[in-house]
């Protein structure tokens, strides 16, 4: 969808942990993470529950503070930014959540909902200013100016949604974390959703880390995706190219399972062994070894790492060249 | 095989409250026979529970009533029937899973309690028999029998939907609704569930009605599709045919507006504009609004059934009314 150009990624991970303590010791949400996007594109970030794509996204922004690993933004490393500094850095990376109802404040306007940041960061003078961007930014997310003076339960969740990016987009911010924003929407509205984030991001040149348990959604959004699991990302390739082979069992099963139109009757899913593993004090070795028909030795003993498996392609698998 | 199981007509439900009627269900028309299955597709607001609820005597006492048309089940009209007499049927004859698996089950009773409970309830087994059977059942949806004792919180939520299905199988019911059985689920345990229904289906010859908005879904398991919109069911036909060729202006709108894993699209064509006030009835057809192929004659005249080839769509483009504008065509 975007040309691949040589610029700099605008976002760079590196070994992001985020651990939570629990009383039965230490929870791996993320576990050694590390990724780059580069300026304009979109990173789909795809997996089940519990596997970590959220609290990766979160930690990104710093609304949950990571464990350890650095996060640099523009070039500039905001995991040790004092909160002063890191206000001024958050107008340029907003958040998108899945539930815009429940993310809009029900006692404020549209106009108010959207007016806010603007106010907050002092990004106007007056009213009038206020008004009339107020008013671009309705018409940037296609949201009627009647609108402009009802409050969010008297709107659909599509309409819900297209506040929450109006909100997101106030501060012109370069860098947007798109969490599961469309998985509660129906078929229809998900649909006019995702052509105004992609309209917005070509006028704009934004770029997204999409986060979402969709595969058909994140095929269709991302430039690249990333397949996490437990914690870890476990591939990563294009994204058109990761639904024509998969290097990681993992991936291929996930792929395998998802219901087709085109297969009508043709089950032709991988059915995984067993259950997801704890994230609580993770065993030495890879994890998905318990699960997975390929395991062999090593892979109970030693966590293969992300490495390079073609070209673009990554994947974290002692046999992923097998594969 | 070729018996009909359930079949009803015209069924019409309406939500009625203080200073609204809501027509959630307007007059819709579905056969299934026995071993048979259908998928009942569409948005929120399309009637689909709606039309489930209908089925098993399950519409809120206070607002909710079928105000025309009939259910008839194995010769008997359910919508005519005393409640006790439902009551013998619910959960016995005709089985409804629902969306959610983490409420459905209670949490202070062991799981196999839950499953004999059903038995017992409708005298099919003592209390002996019904506990062995509750193991029997665990055993069918894959889990060992030993977990009988256990509570529904040491279940994942996979397993909580296969116990589930356990219940709603304990009685051998001829008709199974499944209402978004896997929308809750992450998707390799939906590829799971969905072959564990497909299997047992195929075993127990039971009949099934399956409801979800997800396409892909209803294709995995289902023979035939029922295209829901605003309470009507707008396109019914074998699945393949209707997701490959589509007949009516909706069925075609959905499919272009969901992103497809085996085509690289980069650009979606969602429907135009948003589902219409179910407390107002408009004339003519109601998806007038939003098709793309509407003309004058849409907004005054109501399309009728039209039966073309062993399918059946609702829109005046195929009464001949107006011209066929759709890419396809099917005559």
């Known amino acids: 969808m975007h040309e691949l150009s040589g610029a700099e990624p605008i976002l760079q991970v590196k070994n992001l942990k985020k651990y939570f303590h629990t009383p039965r010791g230490e929870l791996h949400a993320v576990d050694d993470v590390s990724f780059e996007i580069q300026e304009g594109r979109t990173l789909g970030v795809v997996g089940e529950s519990g596997c970590g794509k959220t609290t990766t996204g979160r930690a990104i922004l710093r609304l949950i503070e990571p464990t350890s690993g650095s996060i640099l933004f523009d070039g500039m490393d905001i995991t040790s930014m004092d909160k002063h500094r890191l206000r001024m850095i958050r107008e340029k990376m907003q958040i998108i959540f899945q539930d815009p109802y429940s993310s809009l404040d029900p006692r404020m306007t549209v106009s108010g909902i959207i007016a806010e940041p603007l106010i907050i960061h002092r990004r106007v003078s007056g009213k009038k200013e206020l008004a009339r961007r107020v008013q671009k930014l309705m018409e940037m997310v296609e949201l009627e100016d009647r609108l402009s003076s009802a409050y969010p339960h008297e709107l659909d969740g599509g309409r819900r949604q297209r506040i929450g990016i109006a909100r997101a987009l106030a501060l012109e911010p370069k860098f947007i974390v798109c969490d599961e924003p469309v998985s509660s929407l129906d078929v229809s509205v998900q649909a006019q959703i995702l052509n105004l984030m992609q309209d917005l991001q070509d006028q704009l040149g934004l770029t997204y880390m999409f986060v979402t348990h969709d595969m058909a959604v994140v095929k269709h959004i991302s430039d690249e995706i990333a397949v996490m699991y437990l914690g870890q990302i476990i591939e990563k390739s294009p994204a058109k190219e990761l639904f024509r082979h998969q290097y990681h069992p993992y991936s291929r099963a996930l792929i395998s399972a998802i219901p087709k139109i085109e297969a009508a009757g043709a089950d032709t899913a991988t059915i995984l062994k067993g259950e997801i593993g704890s994230p609580i004090e993770p065993k030495p070795g890879c994890r998905f070894a318990p699960r997975c028909d390929y395991c062999i030795g090593k892979c109970l003993s030693e966590n293969p790492p992300l490495k390079a498996v073609g070209p673009e392609r990554y994947a974290a698998c002692w046999r992923a060249e097998e594969m | ?331």
């Open chain 2, 1 to 331: 095989m070729d018996e009909l199981l359930l079949s009803i007509r015209e069924l019409t439900t309406q939500y009625i409250t203080e200073d609204s009627v809501v027509h959630a269900v307007n007059g819709i028309s579905l056969e299934l026979k026995t071993g048979g299955s259908v998928g009942l597709v569409g948005e929120s607001g399309a009637g689909k529970t709606t039309t489930a609820y209908s089925i098993m005597g399950l519409l809120p006492k206070l607002t909710g009533k079928i105000t025309g048309g009939s259910i008839i089940f194995q010769g008997k009209d359910l919508t005519k029937i005393p409640e006790d007499e439902m009551r013998k049927i619910r959960g016995n004859q005709i089985s409804m899973i629902f969306q959610d698996p983490m409420t459905s089950l209670n949490p202070i009773l062991t799981v196999g309690d839950q499953i004999a409970e059903v038995l017992e309830i409708h005298g099919t087994a003592t209390k002996e028999e019904a506990i062995a059977k509750a193991g029997d059942m665990l055993e069918m949806v894959g889990i060992p029998r030993e977990r009988m004792h256990e509570y529904p919180h040491q279940f994942s939520g996979g397993m909580k939907q296969r116990v589930i299905i356990a219940i709603a199988l304990a009685c051998n019911p001829k008709l199974l609704i499944a209402d978004e059985p896997t929308t809750a689920l992450d998707v390799t345990i939906q590829a799971q569930v969905l072959r564990m229904i497909k299997e047992l289906k195929a075993k127990l010859n039971t009949s099934l009605i399956l409801i979800s908005h997800n396409l892909g879904v209803v294709a995995q398991v289902c023979e035939n599709v029922a295209i829901m919109y605003a309470g009507r069911i707008v396109e019914y036909g074998p699945l393949r045919q209707v997701f490959e060729a589509p007949m009516h202006p909706y069925t075609e709108g959905l499919l272009n507006s969901i992103p497809r894993i085996e085509l690289d699209k980069t650009r979606l064509s969602p429907i135009r504009g948003m589902m219409p006030d179910p407390s107002v009835v408009p004339p003519g057809c109601i998806f007038r609004p939003r098709c793309p192929y509407a003309e004058q004659e849409c907004a005054v005249r109501a399309p009728r059934i039209t039966e073309k080839s062993g399918r059946n769509v609702m829109c005046l483009m195929h009464e001949g009314i107006i011209a066929n504008k759709m890419r396809v065509d099917h005559a």
